[in-house]
Nanobody
């Protein structure tokens, strides 16, 4: 399973750090991506990190410079640090992978993701 956590409600300009933890399998073999879904909007792929030693990353234009993705192989977890949050960042955030052993960023065909975590940016 994949489980995203760390969401919440923050004011514009605030920060949150999301976590994506895997259970029953290792993330070591995968690129891991984040996408978000806002009501009435299309799914948006926002970030991704490969499993290479240098951890190639991808960011959508909408989050570039504000969000940072990282991973901790020892903890089998991927993180998304979100700074300078805006109301338009509001949505449910999910993490996912492409099976089997997909390691491209952006992830071309994400086919496995877990429950998301709600992020609300509002004053």
């Amino acid at each position: 399973q994949l489980q995203a956590s760390g969401g919440g409600m923050v004011q514009p300009g605030g920060s949150l750090k999301l976590s994506c933890a895997a259970s029953e399998f290792s993330l070591d073999y995968y690129a891991v991506g984040w996408f978000r879904q806002a009501p009435g909007k299309a799914r948006e792929d926002i970030s991704c990190i490969t499993n290479d030693d240098d951890g190639d990353t991808y960011y959508s234009d909408s989050v570039k410079g504000r969000f940072t993705i990282s991973r901790d192989f020892a903890k089998n977890t991927v993180y998304l640090q979100m700074n300078s949050l805006k109301p338009e960042d509001t949505g449910v955030y999910y993490c996912g992978i492409e099976r089997p052993y997909g390691n491209l960023c952006p992830i071309p065909d994400m086919d496995f993701w877990g429950k998301g975590t709600q992020v609300t940016v509002s004053s």
